[in-house]
């Protein structure tokens, strides 16, 4: 089982940054890939950002590549989305997520991604 525990949303205006983190505990955080998603008002969940399980893979949405950026620290056992030059269409509540296969890569699909995160607002005001 692993637990996940997302911080860092808050207001922001429009251009500006944030920085989300994610907590893991449980099972061998190293050993798995983990995910960002988010989901807006009347919208479905969305793919965001993920990291394979080494930190040496990364996939990015087309509507974040260039202003967001994934991490991780294992030694930590904490997951990272940094938000820069934040629009107002990327107001949700963000997701972390991690998958249940070990070792395996920063996969874009949901459904894969057995262990979710309670979510944290994200809210850009123009």
């Known amino acids: 089982q692993v637990q996940l525990v997302e911080s860092g949303g808050g207001l922001v205006q429009a251009g500006g940054s944030l920085r989300l983190s994610c907590a893991a505990s449980?099972?061998?955080?190293?050993?798995?890939?983990m995910g960002w998603f988010r989901q807006a008002p009347g919208k479905e969940r969305e793919f965001v950002a993920a990291i394979s399980w080494s930190g040496g893979s990364t996939n990015y949405v087309d509507s974040v590549k260039g202003r967001f950026t994934i991490s991780r620290d294992n030694a930590k056992n904490l997951v990272y989305l940094q938000m820069n030059v934040l629009k107002p269409e990327d107001t949700a509540v963000y997701y972390c997520?991690?998958?249940?296969?070990?070792?395996?890569?920063?996969?874009?699909?949901?459904?894969?991604?057995?262990?979710w995160g309670q979510g944290t607002q994200v809210t850009v005001s123009s």
């Open positions: 997520a991690a998958r249940q296969s070990w070792f395996s890569g920063p996969s874009a699909t949901a459904t894969e991604y057995a262990y």
């Open positions: 449980g099972r061998t955080f190293s050993n798995l890939a």
